[in-house]
């Protein structure tokens, strides 16, 4: 956990991919949610149309059928011996029940052979109209087993009303001649009533055509669609194909995009269809994904917004983290290593020295008088000499794995890993003569400038037991260089005598000098 936690610190840009990451998947579950609803609606949907139009084939079928054995009435009827001879009122009675009066229904009449009204269910004597032209009439007369035949839409001779179609049949004579027709006419009025009374939305549509592509009546309704014929059209194709099904498809009136269910009308040459408007489908949808898609549009905007900022929190923390660690390791004057990181150095680079045979060498550096300096110049003065010292150091000290640092007061150290005396002799003498050329008056030193004083010690197999005797080695050799006279550089060897110090056996070695 804490390793997570460390990870996520040191990378914010982990915090954004997670929350990319997040948001990706809220998104995709809301994309699902969305698709799963819109897929609900199309259901609702189909299971409306597919309602409504078993409900409006149901009284369609009901109906025609009502109307049908009206008609098989009159023909059974005047089959019955003695009927023609009856009164004219009460031959009305049994050739015509009381279907023939019902809202909707016009006349039911019974012609020749020649198309003349021989009886009329709303007229006695008959109305006196010759229909030989209508199609109901031509096509019974010309077939012996049309059966119930629907005609297409007219306006009745023998009223002149409203736009009607009529249902027919034939009468046969016993020789099997024909003997004329039975027909009864239906206003059209009925259907779009019907058709009105269905909630099929603003876009909806519902139509009844002939098997031939004739249309009857369609909602919505336009009176100069009646009667036009849909052959050839992609729409009038598909219904053909099949005695029902459903499809999207657009209408050729009106060019709109529906979903179309249709029917067959069992027993009956008619076809109804029922669709409703892809728009008007999801419009409940769009709606609803309008407002869930905004909402998951704004929580994921907040998710990744909020995990920039926390990033960018991140990633200002690990900066002041690295400041602080910076100047907790770091000497505020000079800018270089400070005392506990340079112990830390020396400790790590003298085990690494130990496992691979490698030399060590450190350099204890000391400005000389530097007491005397600040008395006669300030401590304004005595800073920004320290600060030139330093600088000299750094620049002499230039390999990535050489560590400077001020050990304390006008102390400075030196870690140079890999190298041997000679080479750290080499760079001990170049910060000395670096200090001295910067030719900071200093009266009180006997070179009249400031100088430094350097003592080097250097790793030999087992000769230090432990980084801190190096650095007492190298102590012991700056100790040596202060009392040989100053601004010079000494290296420590082990001998076998006492040094004047005390306690560690030591004696100076070859000496560097600048003769000034």
Request: glycine share 6%.
């Amino acid at each position: 956990m804490f390793e997570r936690k460390a990870m996520v610190t040191r990378r914010p840009n982990i915090v954004i991919a997670i929350s990319i990451v997040l948001a990706s998947a809220i998104l995709a579950i809301a994309v699902w949610v969305l698709a799963q609803m819109r897929d609900d609606a199309l259901r609702r949907a189909q299971d409306s149309v597919f309602n409504v139009s078993l409900l409006v084939e149901r009284d369609v079928s009901r109906n025609l059928e009502i109307y049908d054995l009206s008609l098989r009435a009159v023909i059974d009827g005047l089959k019955q011996p003695g009927v023609l001879e009856l009164d004219p009122a009460i031959r009305q009675m049994v050739l015509f029940d009381g279907s023939a009066s019902a809202k909707d229904m016009g006349s039911i009449l019974v012609t020749d052979e020649a198309g003349n009204i021989k009886f009329d269910s709303q007229a006695t004597p008959p109305r006196r109209v010759n229909l030989s032209d209508r199609d109901y009439f031509k096509v019974q007369r010309d077939s012996t087993n049309v059966g119930l035949y629907i005609s297409h839409p007219f306006v009745p001779k023998v009223s002149g009303k409203e736009i009607s179609i009529a249902m027919s049949r034939r009468i046969t004579r016993p020789d099997g001649s024909f003997g004329g027709v039975v027909v009864g006419t239906m206003r059209l009025t009925y259907f779009r009533r019907l058709f009105a009374g269905m909630n099929l939305g603003a876009g909806g549509s519902m139509a009844l055509m002939l098997s031939d592509g004739t249309m009857l009546m369609r909602r919505p309704f336009d009176p100069k669609i009646i009667g036009i014929n849909l052959t050839g059209t992609a729409n009038y194709s598909r219904f053909t194909q099949q005695p029902s099904g459903d499809f999207f498809g657009t209408a050729a009136i009106d060019g709109v995009e529906r979903w179309y269910a249709f029917r067959h009308i069992d027993m009956y040459p008619l076809i109804l269809d029922v669709a409703l408007s892809t728009r008007d489908i999801y419009v409940e949808w769009r709606h609803r994904a309008w407002i869930i898609g905004s909402l998951i549009a704004a929580l994921d905007v907040t998710i990744i917004a909020l995990a920039v900022l926390f990033s960018y929190q991140l990633r200002y923390r690990r900066a002041a983290e690295e400041e602080l660690r910076v100047l907790a390791r770091t000497d505020g004057l000079t800018g270089l290593n400070n005392r506990r990181t340079f112990e830390e150095h020396a400790e790590d680079e003298w085990r690494r020295a130990q496992r691979n045979a490698w030399p060590l060498s450190m350099l204890l550096i000391d400005v000389d008088s530097f007491k005397g300096f600040n008395d006669l110049y300030g401590h304004s003065a005595g800073d920004d000499a320290l600060t030139a010292v330093a600088r000299c150091i750094s620049q002499s000290v230039r390999r990535p794995g050489d560590t400077a640092a001020r050990y304390g007061g006008e102390e400075f150290a030196v870690l140079l890993p890999d190298t041997d005396e000679t080479g750290a002799a080499f760079i001990a003498e170049k910060i000395r003569a670096a200090v001295q050329a910067l030719q900071l008056r200093h009266v009180a030193s006997s070179q009249h400038v400031l100088t430094v004083s350097i003592g080097i010690a250097t790793t030999r197999g087992e000769a230090f037991a432990t980084s801190r005797a190096l650095l007492n080695a190298a102590d012991d050799a700056l100790y040596e260089a202060k009392d040989a006279g100053r601004n010079r550089v000494l290296s420590y060897r082990t001998v076998t005598h006492t040094s004047p110090r005390g306690g560690a056996t030591v004696t100076p070695s070859t000496e560097t000098r600048n003769s000034v």
